[in-house]
């Protein structure tokens, strides 16, 4: 039996045949979840959009780049981009991408820091490296977005 009978012979967790990337349909996040993420799972999309607008609810009133960077933020947090590798040369395909969710990067946490003017203790844990930097679009360092 050579390495390719024997890969393909395995049989996968059911967790790993149920790991799908999902385009976001969501308010809350519309105008920065622009990709496809990883789902929470045992929590609907809808249960994370609550969930960011009650916390959203706590900056309104704050300035415009406060509210900005902490929908940035949470939405990032609770919307996980999904990050799918190529399989390397020579290795089959057993009808399973690799995929991993990736955190926001730790920019995106500063920044909410910054114009908030709050202390969030995730940041440290986050990196700049493979991380989801909401692709920035314009020269103030913050996406556009529709509060």
Do not use: W
């Not at 500063?110 to 995730?122: D, P």
Request: include cysteine; proline fraction near 7%; aromatic fraction near 8%.
């Amino acid at each position: 039996m050579c390495i390719r009978d024997s890969i393909s012979a395995l049989q996968l967790p059911p967790q790993a045949a149920g790991l799908q990337c999902l385009p976001y349909h969501g308010t809350v996040c519309s105008g920065v979840v622009d990709y496809e993420y990883l789902p929470t799972p045992g929590q609907t999309a809808e249960e994370q959009d609550r969930s960011i607008s009650d916390s959203l609810s706590k900056f309104e009133g704050k300035i415009y780049e406060c509210r900005i960077a902490a929908k940035r933020y949470f939405c990032a947090s609770a919307f996980s981009k999904c990050r799918q590798m190529k399989l390397p040369a020579g290795v089959p395909n057993v009808g399973v991408v690799p995929t991993f969710p990736t955190l926001p990067c730790k920019s995106v946490c500063k920044q909410y820091e910054a114009a908030c003017g709050v202390t969030e203790e995730s940041c440290n844990m986050l990196s700049n490296q493979k991380c989801n930097d909401l692709e920035k679009e314009d020269t103030s360092g913050y996406k556009r977005a529709e509060l």
